[in-house]
């Protein structure tokens, strides 16, 4: 008898004796046209059922929900206390082939309220800087420098999926899948879809905030499933806990250069094998005014250092060279990799204390065009 009943315990628990879950992703896809507050109060009644699994959201707001919270100063509060409640917040956007076209693209139409650009910068107004985002017709739309994709839609095949390197609009991105749910039988593929998935992939999900709203059963069904077999969370990650930790475009070997002794630093381009043996170059600016410093005068927002117009400083920096630029230009290897290096040849004057050096790669194909605009680099300059 005793041996039937630990039978039927494991039976029960198929999950418990795996060595490591899968991660598991929740996105919420907040609806421009169904932004209003009570649709931000359905989101924080959404948010409070999650923490209450200790599950974390990812929340991606139409445009139209900066309005709503901006205009409602507890409603904006609400983003930083959702941050530190471990949620994260980015962007939604649907492209003019859309049925619900939010306005905003890089197509030129006499209708849209801005480009893509304006787009962002509104979002960034209620989130900060822009990191993630599931924004439509992405191959003409998606906007500069926002480094994490969501994407996926109808269908058990956008379930499980693992961090993916990309490049959209010209713009590196690493991104990853999920799955729309809209009825309990989807909740089914989901739990399926978890019990089979390997510990390298992740199980994505995403609804919408009327979706809950309707029948809040909808996602507290999973994520009591969740809570069962990882009571601490521990497996269920954001958007940036999946993707943030992957290799950027372009990475610095250092954050800071100390002005008084000089140092060297190496730079990594990685396409993820994109765009093999290509030719690439890496721009370099600085921040701050010198006078004269081109024969355009005295620049007002940055010191081109590198492949500027004139091309006065190519290669160095200040009079006695106290910098030198190498491998700014050249092909990538068979991986689609290359490095270059910036090494301190001595003490940097002291007025560039303070100032960020920042460095930005951009990937050509054989006709000249541009095939990738990277990540920007940054290294501050301290005393």
């Not at 959209?168 to 990853?176: A, F, G, K």
């Not at 593929?189 to 978890?194: F, M, P, Q, R, V």
């Not at 999946?242 to 190496?266: C, D, F, M, W, Y």
Request: aromatic share 8%.
């Amino acid at each position: 008898m005793r041996n039937c009943f630990v039978l039927l315990l494991l039976l029960a628990a198929p999950n418990s004796a795996r060595a490591q879950l899968p991660d598991t992703l929740f996105v919420v896809h907040c609806e421009f046209q169904k932004a209003s507050p009570q649709a931000w109060l359905d989101l924080r009644a959404m948010v409070n059922d999650a923490n209450a699994r200790n599950v974390k959201l990812s929340i991606e707001l139409g445009h139209s929900w900066v309005d709503v919270a901006l205009a409602n100063a507890s409603f904006a509060a609400d983003i930083n206390i959702w941050r530190q409640q471990g949620h994260a917040l980015g962007a939604h956007h649907h492209g003019v082939t859309h049925p619900d076209f939010d306005g905003y693209t890089d197509t030129l139409l006499p209708t849209r309220v801005g480009d893509m650009t304006a787009f962002k910068e509104k979002m960034e107004t209620l989130l900060g800087e822009l990191q993630f985002g599931g924004l439509d017709e992405a191959e003409t739309d998606w906007p500069c420098l926002v480094p994490m994709r969501t994407m996926g839609g109808i269908g058990s095949v956008n379930i499980v999926s693992e961090p993916s390197f990309a490049t959209v609009n010209h713009y590196p991105v690493w991104q990853i899948s999920h799955m729309y749910i809209k009825n309990i039988a989807e909740i089914i593929l989901l739990k399926n879809a978890h019990q089979n998935a390997l510990s390298s992939q992740v199980v994505g999900a995403v609804t919408h905030v009327w979706n809950y709203a309707a029948d809040p059963a909808l996602c507290t069904d999973w994520w009591d499933y969740l809570l069962s077999i990882d009571p601490l969370g521990v497996n269920n990650k954001t958007v940036p806990g999946v993707l943030a930790l992957q290799t950027p475009a372009l990475a610095s070997s250092h954050t800071l250069i100390n002005a008084s002794s000089g140092e060297q630093l190496k730079l990594t381009i990685n396409t993820q094998y994109l765009f093999p043996n290509q030719p690439y170059h890496i721009l370099f600016s600085a921040s701050g005014v010198d006078v004269g410093y081109d024969l355009a005068g005295s620049g007002t927002d940055s010191i081109h250092l590198s492949l500027n117009i004139d091309r006065l400083t190519r290669k160095s920096y200040l009079s006695p060279n106290s910098l030198v630029f190498y491998d700014t230009a050249g092909n990538l290897d068979a991986t689609g990799v290359a490095e270059g290096q910036l090494v301190g040849l001595g003490a940097l004057a002291a007025r560039l204390s303070g100032r960020t050096i920042s460095a930005q790669a951009l990937v050509m194909n054989i006709a000249g065009d541009i095939d990738l605009v990277s990540n920007v680099a940054s290294i501050i300059i301290i005393p």
